[in-house]
């Protein structure tokens, strides 16, 4: 979809374009809302911006659709394609990594009670082991604080995925 659609299209359908980045009702609505957007640049900035906190009752709602790093998204919507996408581009793991990887969500998941969340595009999988790793040290208020920067990196990117240049 380019701008010009994005701009001219229905509420509706701008929401529902919207939900794959982040399904989160109050971002969506900001963004749509805003509209018509100048720029591609000003439309990732309303996005940031709409962003920026979260609660943690719209944490919680974005985590449940996530899939756990190292794992394929189930289902053929938008957005598990998207996340299906983010997580091919981590390549092969190599068996150790994996299991690392295994074992370093079920730590987290223990300590935190949700799945661990990280902007998986542009890293390696050995670069998300060593932030797992890292974050499993950090205090669940730390945490949250991440996990809605993490949040924002995604919605932004796949928002920038969305609208075509």
Known sequence: ???EQFNATGRAEAA???RPCLDIRRWIDEVADARP???IEALLDAGRGAANPFTPAEIDAALAHHPRIGERAAGNSTEARLSQSEQAGLGEADTAVAEALAEGNRAYEEKFGQ???IRAAGRSREEILAAL???LAHTPEEEQAIIGQQLREIAVL?????IGK
């Open 1 to 3: 979809m380019h701008l």
């Open 16 to 18: 529902d374009a919207l």
């Open 37 to 39: 957007y100048a720029t």
């Open 115 to 117: 799945v661990f969340l």
């Open 133 to 135: 790793n890292t974050r």
């Open 158 to 162: 796949r928002l920038e995925g969305l």
